[in-house]
């Protein structure tokens, strides 16, 4: 067997185990424990970098820490939507743009990105030992899945941009229908959109930054940070705006971190880093001045899209 293989089939070994262990014994504090009424997640942010930009946003007071669930969106979901918090999670709506939520409609034992592909895990047809405690979909008070594309020229039309996210959640909050709401918000997740909101448009940094990590000098490195901080207040203006549309206790987190170095950089499964599990928990409040009105109407998720391999890739996963 080549080293690379070797490499592989021990990596996916360990996953195998984080995720067969943490599947019984979740590490972490899953968000129903704590006390919200709206939720509003932030894909891949640090505690460190939200605390770079907090003094420029008058609704962030204190930036708190929790351990998340989780070190990437799946494991994130499938340990947060559990039958624990069924109750919570019957008059809880859901808002995501993150494609890996689909693993609620679905696709639930397939471990992370393919780690176990070509491997013995995979021969073995062995992942049943993961045990699988996700809801049902039927039990979530509703799915809003954003996710979809809109063709390979724009793969992030509806998803990646936050204003959707937005006005979907100013609906749903209007509605009174559901006690809790959570926003699954894409960014700060590459790619990020420092320069256009096309990404066609972007600098290929922009794109792939952690290709740039790993071939680049530490101005390569400095470039891409603030990329990924103008990618957070691009998201945070739009949290500005929402929290004028609705009304109650707002929390602001994330599911999961992000890594920069050299060597250990963007999110996997299994890893217990703290710059990826370690997580900000952010208490403010939303008054509803409606000053926004959106034109949507929540549609659930009968009519979601599959999530495209170009979305995927470029996310970064392929």
Request: one cysteine or more.
């Amino acid at each position: 067997m080549k080293p690379k293989q070797m490499l592989r089939e021990a990596y996916a070994t360990y996953v195998f185990c984080w995720l067969m262990f943490t599947s019984r014994k979740p590490m972490g504090t899953n968000v129903f424990e704590k006390d919200w009424d709206v939720l509003l997640l932030l894909d891949t942010c640090r505690v460190d970098a939200i605390r770079e930009v907090q003094d420029e946003y008058e609704f962030i007071d204190n930036v708190d820490e929790i351990w998340s669930v989780g070190s990437t969106s799946k494991e994130w979901v499938e340990q947060t939507f559990t039958e624990k918090y069924k109750t919570e999670i019957e008059n809880t709506a859901y808002i995501t743009g993150n494609p890996f939520s689909n693993t609620l409609l679905g696709d639930r034992m397939r471990t992370e990105y393919g780690t176990t592909y070509g491997t013995w895990i995979q021969k073995e047809q062995i992942s049943g030992f993961i045990k699988d405690d996700l809801i049902d979909i039927n039990d979530l008070g509703h799915l809003e899945p954003l996710w979809g594309t809109t063709g390979p020229d724009a793969p992030f039309e509806r998803s990646q941009h936050p204003r959707a996210l937005t006005d979907y959640t100013i609906k749903a909050s209007r509605s009174n229908e559901f006690d809790r709401v959570i926003t699954h918000y894409m960014q700060p997740h590459s790619p990020y959109f420092s320069t256009s909101n096309k990404y066609e448009e972007l600098e290929e940094y922009e794109k792939r930054p952690f290709k740039a990590v790993r071939h680049g000098d530490e101005d390569i490195f400095e470039k891409v940070w603030e990329a990924y901080l103008d990618n957070l207040r691009y998201v945070l203006d739009d949290i500005e705006i929402l929290l004028k549309n609705i009304d109650g206790k707002v929390a602001i987190s994330a599911d999961h971190g992000e890594l920069f170095g050299k060597h250990l950089h963007y999110h996997m499964p299994g890893n217990p880093h703290p710059k990826l599990k370690k997580v900000p928990w952010i208490e403010t409040k939303g008054v509803d001045e409606e000053t926004r009105t959106p034109d949507v109407e929540l549609s659930g998720y009968e009519n979601a899209e599959e999530v495209s391999e170009a979305q995927l890739k470029a996310l970064g996963y392929i």
